[in-house]
């Protein structure tokens, strides 16, 4: 399956963005999905993820409450709603598909999109 990111951006602190993931080659519902963030100097560390079908999912204590992770199977898409972001939100935003479980662990997943780089200006 092949994953495309998109709907990343210069936002000020407390704006709002919407990630759009899609998904093409494969069904999306075969997979778990995951949103993965990697800033400057860190490691990639894991922020929402949602089951094959949606009934599930998890989010970073860190974004809890304002990041909302939410699929449209009919359109093999996965959203990542991000409200009130602040400068520590700001790096490059990648999704991933993963076909046993659904995972925090980067290597649960086997694809990935190639990334879309949010920015939250202070």
């Known amino acids: 399956v092949q994953l495309q990111a998109s709907g990343g951006g210069l936002v000020q602190a407390g704006g709002s963005l919407r990630l759009s993931c899609v998904a093409s080659g494969r069904i999306l519902n075969n997979y778990h999905m995951g949103w993965f963030r990697q800033a400057p100097g860190k490691e990639r560390e894991f922020v929402a993820g949602i089951s094959q079908i949606g009934g599930e999912t998890d989010t970073v204590d860190s974004v809890k409450g304002r990041f909302t992770i939410s699929r449209d199977n009919a359109k093999n898409t996965v959203y990542l709603q991000m409200n009130s972001l602040k400068p520590e939100d700001t790096a490059v935003y990648y999704c991933?598909?993963?076909?046993?479980?659904?995972?925090?662990?980067?290597?649960?997943?086997?694809?990935w999109g190639q990334g879309t780089q949010v920015t939250v200006s202070s």
């Open positions: 991933a598909a993963a076909t046993l479980f659904p995972s925090r662990r980067l290597g649960a997943y086997n694809y």
